[in-house]
């Protein structure tokens, strides 16, 4: 089974920056993109950044030109650096790794590591 485990988060003042970091139980090369989704509470889950395998990465408006996300193939780690945080950034962020198997789309995700941004 594929094991998500994600790292980094913590509590950090609006215009800092904060680093996340997913790593993972198989080698990421063998999925067609890796990405970061957050939730904060009462609100919906989103997408914050993905990268595929050739390193090609997209991104919402929202965290665009702030959030940079990487991957290291020889670490299996997907990071996600944070800068100019916002307090609308503090959310549960998520790592998520997707596929294609047999026609099928299939998607895993981490336990989550809290980002809390002050004012």
């Known amino acids: 089974q594929v094991q998500l485990v994600e790292s980094g988060g913590g509590l950090v003042q609006a215009g800092g920056s904060l680093r996340l970091s997913c790593a993972a139980s ?12 957050r939730q904060a509470p009462g609100k919906e889950r989103e997408l914050v950044a993905t990268i ?3 390193s090609s990465t997209n991104y919402p408006d929202s965290v665009k ?14 990071d996600l650096q944070m800068n100019s945080l916002k307090p609308d950034d503090t959310a549960l962020y998520y790592c998520n790794a997707f596929m294609f198997t047999n026609t099928r789309a299939q998607n895993y995700w981490g336990q989550g590591t809290q980002v ?3 004012s």
């Open 65 to 78: 030109g702030r959030f940079i996300i990487s991957r290291d193939n020889a670490k299996n780690t997907v």
């Open 26 to 37: 198989r080698s990421i090369f063998s999925f067609n993109s890796m990405g970061w989704y």
């Open 52 to 54: 595929r395998s050739d």
């Open 116 to 118: 809390t941004v002050s």
